[in-house]
C-alpha cells in the first residue's frame, strides 16, 4: 500500500530561503481523462471567480459575465478596473464551445487567446501577463493543481487552457424550445408560431441556426449610418469590413439584454422593430436584411419563440438573484 500511494503521488515541501513560506511541489503520474477534464475545469472555474487576477484585485472575469445573466452583466458596456467602461457590450459565453471566432469584431481564432484580452486591456483588468503569472504562482493550490495537470509550475499556459475550458462547459440545453423539439413536450401556439416566422418567412434562421442559434460569421446588420466603432475593419482595414459584428447567440436572450455590440437596444421588442424597419442604410449592410411586416401578435409570437431559448436552470437562477 505504502509503495502504491509513492507511485500515484509524492509530495516535496520546500522553504524558501527568504520568508520560509512553504511552497508544494507536487509529482503525479498522468491522470486518466476524466479526473483531468474536472480538476481543469475546477482550477478554470476558481481563476473565473478570483479578482486577483486583475491588477488592483477588484474585478474578476464573473464581474463582467455574472452566472445568474448567462454570463452576461446587464449593462451596456462592461465596467472594469477604476469604474472604466469597456468598448463593448459584454457578450454571454454560454455556447462559445460551438463557435470558431471570438470577441465581437471576430479577431480572435481560440478561446484561449481570448482570455488573455480582457486580462491585459486597461479598460478591463488592467493586468500584465508577465507580471500576473509570477504572482499565481504563489498561490499553491493554483501551483500544485498546475504540476498535477501539466507537470510544470502555474505558468500562461495553464492559465488560458483552464479559462478556457471551463467557459467551453458552459453550455445549456434545458429551455422550453429543447423540451419541444427534443422530447415532444407541448408548447404554446404563440412559440410554435413565433418558429415558423423565424425559420420559414423571415430571414432570421440564415444567420441564426444551428444548435447555438447563430453561424457565427460576421454581418453588418444595419446597426447605424456611420458607425463609431467600425468592428472588423479594426482587424481587417478593409473598408468593407466596416460595421461587421460577430452574429451573436440567441439562446437565453431573454436574460442577455443590453442587446449589440454596445448595448444600444435594452428591449427585444427594440430588436424587432430594427429588423422589421431592415435596419440603417449603410453600404456594407447586409442583403439578407430586409423590411418586412408583422401584425401586432405575429411580433408577440415572435418574441414567445425567442424567449424559449432560455435555459430553466438559469432562467431560474435570474429570477431569484434579479427580480
Known sequence: MKSFLYIVLSFLFVSCNQNDTIKEISEFQPLDTLQFQKDLKKLGEKLFFDKSLSIDNTVSCATCHIPALAFTDGKKRSIGIHNRSAKRNSPTLVTVAHQDKFMWDGGIKTLELQALVPLQDTNEMGSKVSELIPELQMNLWYDSLSQRLYGHEFNAYTLTQAL???????????STFDEWQKDGVEVSE??????RLFTEELNCASCHNGRA????????????EKYPDPGHYLISADSLDIGKFKVPTLRNIEITGPYMHDGSFETLEEIVAHYENGG?????????IQPFDLSDQERKDLISFLKSLTDKQLKAHWEKVFN
Open 164 to 174: 478556457s475550458y471551463f467557459q467551453k462547459t458552459l453550455y445549456y440545453e434545458n
Open 190 to 195: 404563440s412559440i410554435e408560431n413565433g418558429y
Open 213 to 224: 442559434f447563430t453561424n457565427s460569421s460576421l454581418e453588418n446588420n444595419g446597426l447605424y
Open 280 to 288: 440603417k442604410n449603410h453600404p456594407n449592410k447586409s442583403e439578407l
